[in-house]
């Protein structure tokens, strides 16, 4: 059995990933770093935590030494639009965390897991069925970290042997904990505004599409991608997959279907919306099917469904 340790366990993917993982590998077996407040309810009573400063390549060392860990799950970033307002930020938590995680990892040989995303993609790239191998020239601090997250992590297996694997996901859609600062976030955040029954601003130009994720199948993508045989795979870091790709307009259709009382504006945020210009329309991700089976389960409607029914559930039905 596994024993997992999740750096940066109360962010985004971590707070879902953390509760998934413990569901297959026992809770005892994935113990959560955690840096700072808040915390999700209930975090410390689920299972064993341990304070994880990323940054820091000792409190990742005793950390994995303590718990006898074989896997890593790296989560420390900061997301696309935050890390251009604070391009040093970006770059120390996203490639510090990563450094330590792979020396840690060398050291006491240990798997590492670290999500990729489709910000490692740039102008210069084929925007539509953007390929596996393809240019990677990003314009934005976030996409240059994980360019150098993929290098790094295929640098770390190639010359030492160390077990990276990594996925570029696309914009994540969650009904639990809201993304921060990220370019995707206004397709996580419609959905909050159609549930309490208020109207939405969207900071992102109708006609403006990207690569999307019901964040159920991102945790199965992650998991899948680390129990892969690792004979079948041609490719490690990092792996395009995707589950749909929409525009505000599609999404704002779909949520009608379910609240047609709901309205949308549009005040465009320069920056997202030129970060969102620089990033694939809609990736090709038939490596990740044909290496390790990869085969999302949610499209635009059956998430919009469930998303509807878990949040009219959280904050009641406000229609
Ligand atoms: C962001 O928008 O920064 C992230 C991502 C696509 O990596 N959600």
């Known amino acids: 059995m596994r024993k997992i340790l999740i750096v940066g366990s109360t962010g985004q993917i971590g707070s879902e990933l953390s509760q998934k993982l413990r569901s297959v590998y026992g809770k005892d077996n994935v113990v959560c770093g955690h840096f700072a407040p808040p915390y999700p309810e209930g975090f410390f009573d689920a299972g064993p935590t341990v304070q994880v400063d990323a940054t820091d390549k000792n409190q990742i060392a005793e950390a994995v030494k303590h718990y006898q860990i074989d896997t890593i799950y790296n989560l420390a970033a900061i997301l696309s639009a935050t890390a251009e307002k604070n391009p040093a930020l970006g770059w120390n938590v996203g490639i510090g965390s990563l450094m330590n995680c792979l ?69 994540l859609i969650s009904s639990l904990t809201l993304p921060g600062g990220g370019t995707t976030d206004y397709a996580v955040e419609i959905y909050y505004k159609a549930v309490q029954g208020e109207k939405f601003t969207c900071p992102i130009q109708a006609g403006t599409f990207m690569d999307m994720m019901y964040m159920p199948d991102a945790l199965d993508a992650a998991i899948q991608l680390m129990e892969a045989d690792p004979s079948r795979l041609k490719h490690r870091n990092s792996f395009n997959v995707t589950a749909m790709s929409f525009d505000p307009e599609m999404l704002l259709k779909a949520i009608q279907k379910h609240l047609p009382g709901f309205g949308m504006t549009y005040e465009i945020d320069p920056l997202k919306q030129a970060i969102a210009d620089s990033w694939p329309d809609s990736m090709d991700d038939s490596c990740a099917r044909e290496e390790w089976d990869w085969n999302p389960q949610f499209d635009l409607d059956t998430m919009t469904a469930d998303m509807i029914n878990i949040l009219k559930l959280k904050y009641g039905n406000t229609h």
């Open 103 to 171: 020396d840690v990892a060398k050291e006491y040989r240990c798997a590492v897991f670290t999500p990729s995303s489709i910000g490692a993609f740039g102008p210069d790239t084929p925007h539509t069925k953007t390929p596996q191998d393809t240019v990677q020239r990003p314009n934005t601090i976030y996409g240059i970290t994980k360019v150098t997250g993929e290098l790094l992590s295929d640098y770390y297996f190639q010359r030492w042997g160390v077990d990276t694997r990594s996925v570029r996901f696309p914009g």
